[in-house]
């Protein structure tokens, strides 16, 4: 049986590909830090009770942060094969703490692949290290592949060159099959709450069952390029199966507006918007209400900006090419973005319709403004 260790386990990606490789056959290993509330709610439905015989299934405490943690879990564990998911992964929250930052998307790579090399596990250990297309930043060309030159323009993207490299490094001097996936944004109901397509796709919910009222929001010119998490997370499995270690970009090849976004948002409520006025006076306005469950007020404004949300560097247009896995790995995404925010949109009203319970019974259900 093949052992996989997963760092972010607890995370979006981490959840998904716990279950892939779970399906596959694999014993699997994550490492999930100390929090004063539970953290595991995306893996609780895999979680297997350590007390029983033969589970396949097993959670560690840890952090990037902490070398001698990451050493011995990977002593104890000896697995096949790695996947470095955790980060601190927002990129507006890495202007606020961008050592932090560093310290466990960069330095947290190296502790993973060092102590690989420490262990006299670089033959035996194939490395997967979560890169990003955040690495592109300030366009140099479109679309972007593995061999466009990179313009980081985040804390969080400077980290994370630092990680991209620091793998090619070890795979070049050491002979490691250490490899970089570079992904593009890709998003699921299981997104956290902060990013842009969950916020919208919440907001969307929350909305269209009167629990609140609108949504702020920053840069609605931004592009992004935006798959499936669950596609995605086939995607690292396959690179981790190659013969030879290389890295890869994973996108769909296609770029999306957030406004545009927004607009397939509320059209999985029947909701026509219509936006108005520029910069930080945008509105988006309901024009119609097509269907009776979610009826909204002609002219209600739903959308509106606010300038906390924008960012001191922004990266405005990411779509990325993905021939090279397409015609390697065979890779092809099964969601397009209709079916992502279909995706989305379904699971959030799914959850708020359990608040709408709660507050038609007088409890009172929180606000979940960000
Ligand atoms: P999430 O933010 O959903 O998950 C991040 C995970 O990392 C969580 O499990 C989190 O734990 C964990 N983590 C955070 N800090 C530490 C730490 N100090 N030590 C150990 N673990 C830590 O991210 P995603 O699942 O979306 O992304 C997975 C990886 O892929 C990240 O590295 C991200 O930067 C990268 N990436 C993501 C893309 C995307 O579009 N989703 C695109 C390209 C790259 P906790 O639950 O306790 O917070
Ligand atoms: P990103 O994702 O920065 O691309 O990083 P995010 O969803 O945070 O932002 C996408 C774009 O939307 C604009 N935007 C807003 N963003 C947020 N979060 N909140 C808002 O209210 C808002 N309004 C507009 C942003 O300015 C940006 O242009 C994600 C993360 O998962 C990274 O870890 C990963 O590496 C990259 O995707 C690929």
Known sequence: MKKALVTGITGQDGAYLAEL????????????????????????????????????????????????????????VQPDEIYNLGAMSHVQVSFEEPEYTANVDGIGTLRILEAVRLLGLAKKTKIYQASTSELYGLVQEVPQSETTPFYPRSPYAVAKLYGYWITVNYREAYDMFAVNGILFNHESPLRGE??????????????????QDKVYLGNMDAQRDWGHAKDYVEAMWLILQQEKAEDYVIATGQTTRIREFVRMAFAEVGVELEFKGEGVDEKGVVVKSSNPEYQLAEGKEVVAIDERYFRPTEVELLIGDPTKSQTK??????????????????????????????????????????
């Open 194 to 211: 902060t990013f842009v397509t969950r916020k919208i796709t919440r907001a969307v919910a929350r909305i269209a069952l009167g629990l």
């Open 329 to 370: 790995l065979g890779w092809k995404p099964k969601y397009d973005l209709k079916a992502l925010v279909n995706d989305m949109v379904m699971a959030d009203l799914e959850l708020f319709k359990q608040d709408k319970l709660l507050e038609n019974s007088g409890h009172r259900v929180l606000n979940y403004f960000e």
């Open 21 to 76: 490789l779970l399906s596959k056959g694999y014993e699997v290993h994550g490492i999930k830090r100390r929090t004063s509330l539970f953290n595991t709610q995306r893996i609780d439905h895999i979680y297997e009770d350590p007390h029983e015989k033969n589970i396949r299934f097993h959670l560690h405490y840890g952090d990037l942060s902490d070398s001698t943690n990451i050493i011995r879990i990977i002593q104890d």
